[in-house]
């Protein structure tokens, strides 16, 4: 009843409130109700409250037919503008004031209803705070778009949802950056709904009651570092917080090993931030709370990447019952156990999905999916997950056209025939669906491999065959197999074991490559014969037939064994058609025949041979009537044994040929023979003598100085055995300079030498020369080299003193005294009084002395004296004597020696020196004799007659003796200074002073090794000479008086 | 007889000690190359104190002098059955928690594992050589595992393997005390004895 008395005033206010827009509206005053709102929360019903003054605040008010005690009534909201009047009564019910309001739609606030929250639910291994509340959309008639606002601790959101006349649970995730054991977190919401077609003004809701989420330092016993045990990615924000029991401090907190500063949350809770986080080690980052020195709390954090996408995802079967497939993971996700990278294998056609299990440290991945009945194609879609992240890779493919079999099994091989054999092999897997492409790799000895392809239908766990034919008989093959898909290759599998057979013999191929040779009588032939090829032979030769038939009788036959390869026959004196037939376990060869008649040969030429290097190229002009070709023989002569006969065969249209053997050595001297064939027999054409490569002479010829004067000198040579030839003599290289007789020196040609001349003596009959425009009484060193294409022998060589003027020589080089006593130096007076042939003056049984020569200081740098130098020479007599040297060399030698001496830094002021002088009793220490290269450092001078004791070189020298051996020396020419001023001192025991040794040396004249360069026996003219008997004397001094200077 | 009974157990105990004593020396180590090992795989402060670990008998105890070598045998099994049972946890984690990632500290824990596993045995030899035998394990087990958080089973593993190489080095006292031979009495006698 009250509804309708409702409607019905409804519907009279609404008549009034038209008029009452006509005639104007009334304005409240002091005491009347007044501020009139009108708010809705639904649109359908709206509150209105207003103020009244004082007065009326105990009466009752109208509002039109609405009765309410308080300032406030709810009433339908108005389809249009409207006039409100309120009334209010007295409590006794009389009217006490109307007041009308004009109510216009646009004045109605729209406030929604603040939301309720139904649940706040944290997740706290995500930090997830999940909130539901219920739109309230029931309340409005039609759908209406609505706006939430949410605020958590210190956030606030915004939501968007619809309202659709219903009541909607909805719900909304929020994930906290930090863990939500940290701190208490709490949620409020209110709501704004978005009526587009209400005018009036539009607000938010109130807000709804807080909801909670306490953290852990909340609870009484809460205490950790949070989060526990997460994953995050690489590059992440992290904020990590220690909750600890009441009135504990934190003393630090560090990540990993690095102490991070503290955010205090609450009293019971600190967190750290870890800004763009790196990667883990593989046990996680530990985070550390240390709240005293013996407690502590901790989490670990596991950094890591998200999985890459799978690389290179590739399916095959081996068998069609398993299906393999491989990829590689990428970029390593750093999470390895229970968080590593998880994979598993989704076929899309017929929606299996199988995981896989990988090893993490493997680089390839592999997951087996079974093949499924009746499904040629999958679609695979490999997915990879793990706690950061997600990818998957995509693979379609036709399995038959993915076939990888495995590697062929239980190889067979059989057969007993010499050309063919058949092989048998496993293939472990269903092939069935498809054809086979098997091949089989065939090799023998170190030749290359030939593959045959072998096409067959595949089969279910079968054996396989194949035949080969066209083998060599008598070999040993190895066999090896693989196959692979035959329509549709894939890959081939891998090899099968390798599997080795022999074929079996068959009868030699061919007959053998023959030759003969009559016995220079001609009543026996030598008949030769080539082993044939390992693929002729076709088995193991084990004789040869050799007969000899006259008009098809014959005459001999014999078998020779292997391993000759020649045998004699007897001719008598007819020739006849010899047949050689190779004989095998399996059958004979066709014969190989051959006439034992030698035509007659005139005039046969011997030409030379091109050597190759290789080979020897020999030529030869066409012969047009050797109808049957030509043959080259040759022998090949190795030590005592007799030469091996070889040859070669040429048809006839051949004019040359490079001959090639590996019995060839260079240097070596070949002779071949060319045989021409006709049919009536062989005939000698000629014979051509060849190197395969030349070499240089093994050596020079020996040869000697036949004659010699003031300006000449005529050497004489032998021939050189042809084995040292080498090669072909091409000529003679003579060479000469101005030179003494060096050990040190470089040959004449090395030496650089700007005076060097050379004779080239091309005319190989020649063996004299007579070289003219010397110089008189100089040293030349003449060098002779023979040479082929091959290169310049070594040198022999040969150093010559030419004659001098003997009018220069009494003028100015008046005779030296010649020490009677001394048998060294018995020389012949004057080379140009003496004989006239050479002589070589070599000093005869030389009795030596020895000089010791200890130095205690260390080595000075060497002094050349060339103060003492001097191009003057006195004339000394020769001695007759013979070339004892090779070297041949002519010198005019004077014993004792010179000892050169070393000057070590001499101090001026300090003659003496701690150089150490031992004198050994020079008749009794007559050394044995020294190879001339253990005393390199002594300097040779090798010159005929008299020279002044010069160039001597100043190199260490330690000198066991004046020795026999010291040729070298003892050929030194003339008369040297032999002089030491350090052991001229009288009191030493051991110096040439005392009593003994001097008698000894007595017979010589001076003493024979001391120390020095100080002249001895001075030139004859050489007045102001230091003396010996000189005690004292200094090198100082020497120099200092040097009469020269 | 008896006599050459007793003589014979004397030297199948006095063989067993020497050789556990060279068992623990070698345990002993292995554990402290271990211990090096898992503080740096496990990202661990070697000066970390570490609380003790429930279910292991400390290796420390006052008045050792005094024990009986029954009571020492006792603790020693007590300790290492204790140990064996912690090491294949440990080990299980490491493969729960690394997988295939660090293999040698798997091979390590495994080595020691065994060394434990064998020293156990020989432990429970030397009580068979007593009259009354090793006691059985039944509910001797350790009591599960507590739900711990990752850092706290690192530490527990340090705490494990830390008391490890302290009982190795107990233990190798033990047996050489059990080596000795009792002044006075036969050696057979000497374990079971005194106050």
């Given at each position: 009843m ?8 409804l ?13 104007g ?7 009347h109700?007044?501020?009139?709102k ?6 359908r019903?709206?509150i209105?409250t ?5 007065k009326?605040?105990h009466?009752?008010t109208?509002?039109l ?6 300032k ?9 503008s ?8 007295s409590?006794s ?17 729209f ?9 706040l639910t944290?997740?706290?291994?995500t ?11 029931s309340?409005?008639?039609y759908?209406?778009?609505a ?8 956030k ?9 006349h219903?009541?909607i ?17 709490y949620v409020k919401?209110?709501?704004y ?5 209400f005018?009036?003004?539009?607000d938010w ?7 909670e989420?306490p953290g ?16 995050v990615?690489?590059g992440s924000?992290?904020?990590i917080c220690c909750v600890?029991?009441k ?11 690095e ?7 609450s009293?019971?809770?600190?967190a ?7 990667a883990?080690d ?15 709390d901790?989490?670990v954090?596991?950094v ?5 996408t799978p ?10 019952l ?7 993971p ?9 968080r590593?990278?998880k994979?598993?294998l989704?076929e899309r ?15 390839e991945r ?5 093949v499924?009945?009746?499904?040629k194609?999958?679609?695979?879609v490999?997915?990879?997950s ?15 056209q ?17 050309t063919s054999v058949r092989?048998?092999?496993?293939l472990?897997g269903s ?12 090799s023998?000895g170190?030749?290359e ?14 054996t ?12 040993k093959?190895?066999?090896r197999v693989?196959?692979?898909?035959a329509?549709?290759?894939w890959r081939?599998s891998?090899w099968?074991?390798?599997?080795e057979?022999t074929t079996?013999?068959?009868?030699p ?11 220079p009588?001609?009543?026996s032939?030598k008949i ?20 000899c038939?006259?008009l ?8 020779v ?6 045998t ?22 066709p014969?190989s025949r051959?006439t034992s008649?030698e035509?007659p040969?005139?005039?046969?030429k ?8 290789n080979g ?9 009537n ?7 023989k040759w022998?090949?002569?190795s ?13 006839s249209?051949?004019?040359?040929a490079v001959?090639?053997?590996a ?6 001297r ?11 027999g062989?005939?000698?054409l ?12 093994k ?10 004067s ?9 021939d050189?055995p042809?084995?040292d030839?080498q090669?072909f003599?091409?000529?003679?290289r003579l ?18 030498n ?17 070289i003219l425009?010397?110089q008189g ?9 023979a040479y082929t294409?091959?290169?310049l ?27 009677e ?7 012949q007076?004057?080379?140009?009084e ?8 070599e000093?005869n049984?030389?009795?030596p002395?020895?000089v010791?020569v200890v ?6 740098p ?16 020769p001695?007759?004597g013979s070339?004892s040297e090779?070297?041949?060399?002519v ?6 020696p ?25 008749q009794s220490m ?5 190879k ?6 002594i ?7 008299y ?5 001597l070189?100043?190199s ?5 003796s ?6 070298e ?8 200074p032999?002089?030491n ?6 009191d ?10 001097n ?7 001076s003493?024979?090794?001391i ?11 050489d007045?102001?000479?230091p003396k ?10 020497f ?6 200077d | 007889?008896a ?6 157990a ?7 000690c020497?050789r556990g004593?060279r068992?623990a020396?070698k345990?002993r180590?292995?554990?402290?190359d271990l211990?090096?090992?898992y503080?740096e ?13 429930e ?5 420390a ?16 099994l007590?300790a290492?059955r204790?140990f064996r049972a ?6 299980e984690?490491q ?14 824990l ?5 060394q434990?596993?064998?020293?156990t045995?020989?432990l ?10 090793p006691?059985?394990e ?23 393997l830390?008391?490890?190489a302290q ?6 006292r033990?047996l ?14 000497s374990?079971a004895?005194?106050?």
């Open positions: 009250w509804k309708n008395s409702s409607l019905r005033c519907f009279a206010i609404a008549i009034l409130c038209l008029r009452s827009l006509i005639y509206q009334e304005i409240g005053s002091l005491g109700p007044q501020n009139l009108c708010v809705t929360h639904n649109l019903k709206m209105c207003w103020d009244v003054s004082s009326g605040r009466g009752q109208d509002i037919c609405f009765k309410t005690k308080e406030r009534v709810e009433i339908p909201v108005p389809e249009s409207s006039m409100m009047t309120i009334t209010t009564n409590i019910g009389t009217a006490f004031v109307t007041k009308e309001f004009e109510i216009h739609k646009k004045d109605i606030s406030v929604p209803l603040a939301p309720r929250i139904l649940s944290p997740d706290f291994s930090s997830t705070l999940n909130l539901k509340w219920s739109d309230n959309g309340v409005f008639l759908g209406l778009d706006f939430w606002q949410i605020q958590i601790l210190r606030e959101v915004t939501y968007y949802s619809k309202l659709t219903e009541d649970i909805l719900s909304w995730n929020w994930t906290s950056d930090m863990p939500l054991e940290c701190t208490s977190h919401i209110r709501c709904i978005n009526v587009t077609q005018v009036g003004p539009k809701s109130d807000w709804s009651p807080v909801e989420v852990k330092d909340t609870e009484p016993n809460g205490s950790g570092v949070f989060p526990q045990d997460t994953v990615a690489v924000d992290v904020t600890h029991a009135g504990q401090q934190i003393q630090r907190m560090t990540y990993g090993r102490i991070y500063p503290m955010i205090r949350l009293s019971r809770s600190s750290i931030r870890v800004l763009n986080a790196s883990s593989t046990s996680g980052t530990n985070v550390v709370c240390r709240l005293s020195e013996d407690d502590m901790g989490t954090l596991f890591g990447y998200a999985p890459d690389q290179n995802l590739s399916c095959e079967t081996s068998n069609f398993k299906i393999k497939c491989t990829w590689k990428g970029r390593p996700s750093g999470l390895y156990g229970k590593r990278t994979y598993s989704f056609i017929s929606g299996k999905n199988v995981s896989c299990e990988v090893n993490e440290m493997n680089r592999v997951c087996g999916f079974p499924l009945a009746d499904q194609t999958y679609d695979f490999l997915g990879v793990n706690p950061i992240g997600q990818a998957e890779s995509l693979l379609l493919l036709d399995l038959t993915r076939v990888h079999p495995k590697a062929p099994e239980k190889l067979a091989v059989s057969g007993k025939s010499s092989l048998h092999w496993f472990n092939f069935a669906e498809i054809r086979l492409l098997c091949q089989i790799e065939v023998h170190h030749s491999q030939r593959l045959h392809n072998v096409s067959m239908p595949g089969g279910e766990f079968s396989y065959t194949a035949q080969l034919n066209a083998l060599h008989a008598y070999t093959y190895q066999f693989r196959c692979s898909a329509d549709h290759f081939w891998d099968s074991r390798i599997e057979h079996l013999e068959a009868p191929a061919r007959g053998p490559d023959i030759w003969r040779e009559k016995s009588s001609g009543k032939l030769f014969w080539k082993p044939l090829s390992l693929s002729e032979a076709n088995g193991k030769i084990v004789s040869h037939e050799v007969s038939y006259l098809e009788t014959p005459l001999e036959y014999k078998e064994t292997e391993p000759s390869n020649s004699e026959i007897k001719l008598g004196k007819r020739d006849c058609v010899i047949s050689v037939v190779a004989k095998n376990h399996a059958g004979s060869s014969p051959i008649v035509l040969s005139d005039n046969v011997t030409d030379r041979a091109v050597a190759m290097g020897i190229y020999i030529s030869w002009s066409s012969y047009p050797m109808t049957c070709g030509y043959i080259v022998c090949h002569s030590g005592s044994e007799p030469c091996s006969v070889d040859w070669q065969k040429f048809p249209n051949t004019t040359d001959i090639k053997s019995l060839f050595r260079p240097g070596v070949y002779n071949f023979s060319l045989y021409g064939c006709k049919s009536s062989y005939q000698l000629k014979n051509i003598t060849g190197y395969m490569k030349e070499l240089p002479p050596r020079a010829p020996n040869f000697t100085v036949e004659e010699t003031s300006d000449s000198i005529l050497v004489k040579w032998e050189i042809i084995e030839c090669g003599l091409e000529g003679y060479s000469f300079a101005k030179g003494e007789k060096d050990a040190l020196k470089p040959t004449l040609s090395e030496s650089g700007p005076e060097l001349k050379v004779k080239n003596i091309t005319d190989l009959t020649k063996k004299s020369l007579k425009d010397l009484k100089t040293s030349y060193q003449l060098d002779l080299q294409a091959g290169g022998s070594p040198p022999n060589s040969l150093y010559v003193v030419t004659k001098e003027d003997c009018k220069i020589k009494e003028t100015f080089y008046p005779e030296i005294p010649n020490p006593n001394s048998k060294a130096l018995q020389f007076k004057n080379i140009c003496g004989n006239k042939t050479l002589k070589t003056l000093m049984p030389c009795t002395n020895s010791e130095e205690t200081r260390s080595a000075a060497k002094i050349e004296d060339t103060e003492m130098m001097s191009p003057a020479a006195d004339t000394t007599v001695e007759d070339d090779t070297e041949n060399h010198v005019v030698s004077y014993c004792p010179i000892i050169e001496e070393e000057i070590s830094n001499p101090p001026m002021d300090e003659p003496v020196g701690s150089s150490q002088v031992v004198y050994i009793d020079i007559y050394q044995p004799q020294i001339p290269e253990e005393e390199p450092e300097d040779l001078v090798t010159t005929a007659g020279k002044p004791q010069m160039q070189p100043v260490a020298l330690k000198i066991e004046c020795s026999p051996a010291e040729e020396l003892d050929k030194t020419t003339g008369y040297r032999q002089a001023t350090n052991t001229w001192n009288m030493t025991p051991d110096s040439p002073g005392s009593a003994e040794s008698n000894e040396n007595a017979s010589f004249g003493p024979c090794s120390n020095s360069r100080q002249f001895l026996l001075p030139p004859k003219d007045e102001d000479s010996p008997s000189n005690v004292g004397w200094s090198f100082t001094h120099f200092q008086n040097k009469p020269n | 007889m006599a050459a009974d007793n003589t014979s004397a030297l199948r105990r006095r063989d067993l020497s004593i068992l020396g345990m180590s292995d554990v402290v211990l090096d090992t503080v795989q496990q990202g661990l402060d070697a000066s970390a104190s570490v609380a003790a670990v279910g292991v008998p400390a290796a105890v006052e008045r050792w002098d005094e024990q009986t070598g029954t009571q020492r045998l006792l603790e020693n007590a290492y204790a912690l090491l294949a946890q440990m080990l984690e493969q729960e928690q690394l997988g295939e990632a660090d293999a040698a500290l798997g091979r390590a495994a080595a020691v594992l065994l434990v596993s064998a020293f045995y020989h429970e030899e030397l009580l068979r050589l007593e009259s009354r035998g006691p059985s039944e509910g001797a087990e350790p009591p599960p595992a507590p739900h711990l958080s990752l850092f706290e089973r690192k530490l527990r593993g340090l705490g494990v830390r008391e490890l009982w190795a080095v107990r233990s190798t033990d050489r005390q059990l080596a000795k031979p009792s002044p006075g009495s036969s050696s057979a006698a374990l004895e005194s106050p």
